[in-house]
């Protein structure tokens, strides 16, 4: 078994969570055990935890239940670790929809279906990670079956990192590898040289720009974003429907609001207009959803603000030009003019960061 304290770069741990059988090579974990300094690990408080079965296998075969949450919540797993850069890879028990959050802010997103797994980045700079599984969708069970904590580097800043804001056109689904459904957000990091960027997408579906900014996802970008970074936001579908009550106006506003507090960061900013609708053809045949999603602001607002734009909603209609309605509307899902499927999202990707390369943005190139 490594140090429990992860010391050497390339150190993993594991924990099962649960009162079941503890898988080989992990550590076991119930959820009435406490912290303690003398293990380094345990529930700060075990009160507000509960075990609960799960259906999957191995160590997600059983999990533990957060009966409290939030992100501020101090109902936290919580583990000794030494300063430095850590890859934390989740594994959720039954659940509709969780995020998980560390360090007071959100890490992963709404976290979707039994046993989702995802992973991200985090710098541990005071001895130790605190960690919970919190609200996704209100009712739900928030669960933990696993976690594997590996030691990337000594250095507690996390790599460059492109980070994503958006709605369900752009966010990640579950499993993330085979999902029907995808957003293009989930299906960027093919396309991104991953020895210079990770890809942290904090969308999320129905999301609107006064909620992006004022629920937790913007301040978990704010926490960890640095110059070198990328901030690629793409808002405004929902921000139209009348339920939401946010006006153009007060939409580019806060738009301006938070590409401004990510510019003083010292990172860029890209903003990224919405592709339109499946079926904003016109009787020639050309695609065109131009007057869509408030998106005449977003393109404005980057040319206030000098921030580089992506116009995502022009881009892929030419692109369902050239390939016809037909074609078009198998790249979205069943009965849904609106979300793309996996391949549909793909392509977005792939326009996308075709985009971002034409523009010639420092660190953007493919893979080899």
């Not at 005071?126 to 696993?146: P, R, Y």
């Not at 106006?249 to 499946?278: H, Y």
């Not at 050309?286 to 404005?300: G, I, K, L």
Request: net charge negative; with cysteine; aromatic share 8%.
């Amino acid at each position: 078994m490594p140090s429990l304290k992860a010391e050497a770069v390339n150190d993993e741990l594991k924990f099962d969570f649960g009162a079941g059988s503890v898988e080989s090579g992990y550590i076991g974990l119930s959820a009435s055990d406490g912290y303690s300094a003398e293990k380094g690990y345990g529930f700060h408080t075990p009160g507000n935890m509960r075990n609960v079965s799960a259906s999957g296998i191995g160590a997600a075969s059983d999990a533990v239940q957060f009966l409290a949450y939030g992100t501020k919540s101090t109902n936290t797993f919580n583990i000794d670790l030494a300063n430095g850069l850590y890859e934390i890879k989740v594994v959720l028990g039954n659940t509709t929809r969780s995020s998980v959050a560390a360090e007071g802010v959100y890490q992963i997103i709404n976290m979707t279906g039994n046993s989702a797994t995802d992973k991200f980045q985090i710098p541990v700079t005071d001895g130790q990670l605190n960690l919970l599984v919190t609200e996704g969708k209100a009712g739900a069970a928030f669960t933990l079956s696993a976690l594997k904590i590996r030691k990337l580097s000594n250095v507690p800043v996390t790599n460059r990192t492109i980070y994503i804001g958006g709605d369900s056109t752009v966010c990640n689904y579950y499993p993330l590898d085979s999902s029907t459904q995808a957003g293009w957000g989930q299906m960027l990091p093919p396309y991104v040289n991953t020895k210079t960027f990770q890809v942290r997408n904090m969308a999320s579906g129905g999301q609107i720009a006064r909620g992006f900014r004022g629920d937790g996802q913007l301040e978990a970008i704010l926490k960890y974003i640095k110059p070198g970074d990328y901030f690629i936001l793409q808002l405004g579908i929902n921000d139209t429907n009348p339920k939401n009550n946010t006006t153009e106006a007060e939409f580019k506003e806060i738009m301006r609001d938070m590409v401004r507090q990510v510019k003083a960061t010292g990172a860029t900013v890209i903003l990224s207009t919405p592709q339109g609708r499946a079926t904003d053809f016109n009787a020639q045949g050309v695609h065109s959803s131009v007057n869509r999603w408030y998106r005449h602001s977003t393109v404005a607002l980057a040319q206030e603000e000098n921030v580089p734009l992506v116009d995502l909603n022009v881009l892929s209609s030419a692109y369902f030009t050239s390939i016809g309605p037909e074609a078009t509307l198998a790249l979205y899902m069943p009965g849904d003019t609106l979300h793309p499927n996996r391949t549909g999202a793909a392509e977005l990707a792939r326009i996308l960061f075709e985009d971002l390369v034409r523009q010639g943005l420092d660190g953007f190139a493919f893979d080899d």
